[in-house]
């Protein structure tokens, strides 16, 4: 089972999407959920990852102050709110799940196709 990301699209530098992660591949002993990017040419970076239960957050240096990670325990998604975007944030981003919560992709699974986000200048 894997997880599906939605949501991306085109926009321009400063503006604002939401991502959603939906899929059941959540399972009782993941208690993290992150998010990941990918951008032509380069490896797979971590963005943000929340604590499911508790809602901690951490995210990375390059996003931090402009990208909010949440969840909505109801419904099993994750959310990513992007805002202020810059052109460097032009990636196909995916969603994971974790038992531990670390920051590399071998930490994660249940990887799906992702969804591109594309910013222009």
């Known amino acids: 089972v894997q997880l599906q990301a939605s949501g991306g699209g085109s926009v321009q530098a400063g503006g604002s999407l939401k991502l959603s992660c939906t899929g059941s591949a959540q399972t009782t002993s993941d208690n993290f959920m992150g998010w990941f990017r990918q951008a032509p040419g380069k490896e797979r970076e971590f963005v943000a990852r929340?604590?499911?239960?508790?809602?901690?957050?951490y995210y990375a240096d390059s996003v931090k102050g402009r990208f909010i990670i949440s969840r909505d325990g109801a419904t099993k998604t994750t959310y990513l709110q992007m805002n202020s975007l810059k052109p460097e944030d032009t990636a196909v981003y995916y969603c994971?799940?974790?038992?531990?919560?670390?920051?590399?992709?071998?930490?994660?699974?249940?990887w799906g196709q992702g969804t591109q986000v594309t910013v222009s200048s």
């Open positions: 929340i604590k499911w239960r508790e809602g901690i957050k």
């Open positions: 994971a799940a974790s038992a531990w919560g670390g920051l590399a992709t071998v930490d994660y699974h249940s």
